[in-house]
């Protein structure tokens, strides 16, 4: 059974950070590209920030220079670090883990998100 459990978010001022994690199990992690992405009110789910299975990261330009995303293979952890958080980075964050298995097929699974708010 494939779990990927989110944790770390919370109510911050503008300004402020938060490092969210997400915890895997049921996978073989390592070989999964990770993503965290997030969804607003109102609007779609959109990709913040992937990191490939060699550790090659991919950010949204709303996030590029604020975010930094990581993992620990070892742990079955991705984290998102959040720095000089915005309002309009108030959303549920959801973590993915996503690969492409010999049949070309994607497997794709997602965690139960977790509620980001920035204000003051």
């Known amino acids: 059974q494939v779990q990927l459990v989110e944790s770390g978010g919370g109510l911050v001022q503008p300004g402020g950070s938060l490092r969210l994690s997400c915890a895997a199990s049921?996978?073989?992690?390592?070989?999964?590209?990770m993503g965290w992405y997030r969804q607003a009110p109102g609007k779609q789910r959109e990709l913040v920030a992937s990191?490939?299975?060699?550790?090659?990261?991919n950010y949204a330009d709303s996030v590029k220079g604020r975010f930094t995303i990581s993992r620990d293979n070892a742990k079955k952890a991705v984290y998102l670090q959040m720095n000089s958080l915005k309002p309009e980075d108030t959303a549920v964050y959801y973590c993915?883990?996503?690969?492409?298995?010999?049949?070309?097929?994607?497997?794709?699974?997602w965690g139960q998100g977790t509620q980001v708010t920035v204000s003051s």
């Open positions: 049921g996978i073989n992690f390592s070989i999964y590209t």
């Open positions: 993915n883990a996503r690969r492409i298995n010999r049949l070309g097929q994607t497997l794709e699974y």
């Open positions: 990191i490939t299975s060699s550790g090659l990261t």
